[in-house]
């Protein structure tokens, strides 16, 4: 019987699946994690036991569809074909199998959610990214991405009152001063290690402005394994931290008092072997302008939190205003200058974080970018001063989630990309943590953000 239009058989036989299986023995790795994303930003997941992964590989994991609509609190929304009726498949890729030096005996997999009979689910975040690769690719271009990280290194501390814990940072070491390297050595090797094990190619690392704040950047990949990349470094960073009996926040404020936690977005477009962001393009300048004119909206997805918003400030180098620059920090948009002449020159989205699903923030920039391209849109003047110097002058962007989902909801580009049930789901599950949080205190919000990122 012929199969029905854009379905895939999970039981397909693929190469990587006899590899995988002979790596997890001789690893000896006992559990298997099949990982992905939610709307919350939350990084999920079942795992399989080795004695059953042959088989899991075929068929995924079952899993329910309203694990979609819960938010990062572990509250289930309300949202049309998201109830207690209904499944999915947890199917992983075997391109991505890792394993978790963090968890000795197990290793991951970066996994699509599917309908039973194999075909695309309208919610899965990771098949968002891959349509909006498609997308680009049927117009003759690539986009290599990588995020750029921070992270709080400390130890969480109960409050003796008996309120939220607290994260007490690991140093008060200055801003890439020696030491803050020094004091995170133990741990910044094992992380290293850790990344490189899994084929995430560690290029810097350094202590950052506040206390106990890190960035350990890896190098840049195709669109899909940069997204994959940043789940498994999210996941790798907290547990290298764990097992050493500490904790890692990725969170955009975890401290309100202390510098935020970015996860800058840097982009280059090809086709073929050329980058076409470098020198005069005019390719750059209009995904430049895409993603302007899009930018308002974007940040409900790429500052996927109430806390972002904290982060998201003027004078705070996060991009708080809708402009571009060369080598301009406080620009939502930098031309990056390359490094000497082999590096090659590419674009840094500023207000972009680690609470955002990385599938659904890049695909939402590529789709942005491509209409900028498509309508060969002007970004307008590059601004090479701090636009706060100029009141009034530059479009400052949303200072909270509400007025960032109010801006998707009326951006009819993104709109359609995400489409009817995805963009329901994610609306509900970000509305429904705008709410809960502003029902409660700071401390609430900053716990729960340290917990979870």
Not at 32 to 44: E, M, N, P, Q, T
């Amino acid at each position: 019987m012929r199969d029905r239009p854009g379905a895939t058989k999970l039981n397909q036989p693929d190469p990587n699946v006899r590899r995988i299986l002979e790596r997890a023995e001789l690893e000896g790795v006992e559990l298997i994690r099949f990982l992905y994303a939610d709307h919350g930003g939350v990084i999920r997941g079942k795992a399989a036991s080795r004695s059953r992964l042959a088989e899991r590989l075929g068929t995924g994991i079952g899993h329910t569809v309203a694990m979609m609509a819960m938010n990062m609190l572990d509250q289930l929304q309300e949202v049309e074909d998201m109830g207690p009726v209904g499944e999915v498949r947890i199917v992983p890729d075997p391109s991505t199998y890792v394993p978790l030096p963090h968890a000795p005996g197990a290793a991951a997999m970066l996994s699509d959610l599917r309908l039973p009979d194999g075909s695309a689910w309208a919610a899965c975040s990771r098949t968002f990214l891959k349509d909006a690769i498609a997308a680009l690719a049927a117009e003759g271009y690539t986009l290599l991405a990588a995020f750029e990280p921070e992270f709080t290194l400390g130890r969480r501390l109960p409050d003796p009152s008996g309120g939220p814990d607290r994260l007490l940072p690991l140093d008060d070491s200055l801003c890439y001063a020696g030491t803050g390297f020094d004091t995170a050595h133990d741990y910044t090797i094992k992380l290293m290690r850790a990344l490189e094990t899994q084929g995430l190619r560690v290029e810097h690392c350094h202590p950052e402005l506040g206390p106990g704040q890190q960035e350990v950047s890896v190098r840049h990949a195709p669109a899909l394994r940069a997204a994959d990349n940043h789940v498994l470094y999210r996941e790798t960073v907290r547990g290298v931290a764990m097992r050493m009996s500490m904790w890692a926040s990725l969170a955009p404020k975890p401290l309100a008092d202390q510098a935020g936690n970015g996860a800058h977005l840097h982009l280059s477009l090809w086709r073929e072997s050329r980058n076409l962001f470098g020198g005069d393009s005019e390719v750059r300048d209009w995904f430049v302008g895409g993603l302007l004119a899009h930018l308002p909206a974007l940040t409900a997805l790429t500052c996927g939190s109430v806390n972002s918003f904290r982060r998201l400030t003027p004078r705070s180098w996060a991009g708080a205003y809708a402009v571009h620059g060369l080598d301009n920090r406080e620009a939502a948009v930098r031309v990056c200058s390359p490094l000497g002449d082999s590096g090659e020159p590419n674009l840094e989205l500023k207000p972009s974080d680690s609470s955002a699903n990385p599938y659904l923030s890049l695909g939402a920039v590529i789709h942005a970018g491509l209409d900028g391209i498509k309508r060969e849109l002007d970004p307008g003047e590059a601004v090479d001063v701090d636009p706060d110097t100029r009141p009034g002058r530059y479009p400052r962007l949303p200072s909270s989630l509400e007025e960032a989902l109010d801006a998707l909801e009326a951006d009819e580009l993104l709109m359609e990309a995400l489409g009817p049930l995805r963009r329901s789901a994610y609306l509900a599950v970000k509305r429904s943590e705008a709410a809960a949080f502003a029902a409660k205190d700071a401390s609430y919000e900053l716990f729960h953000h340290m917990r979870v990122f």
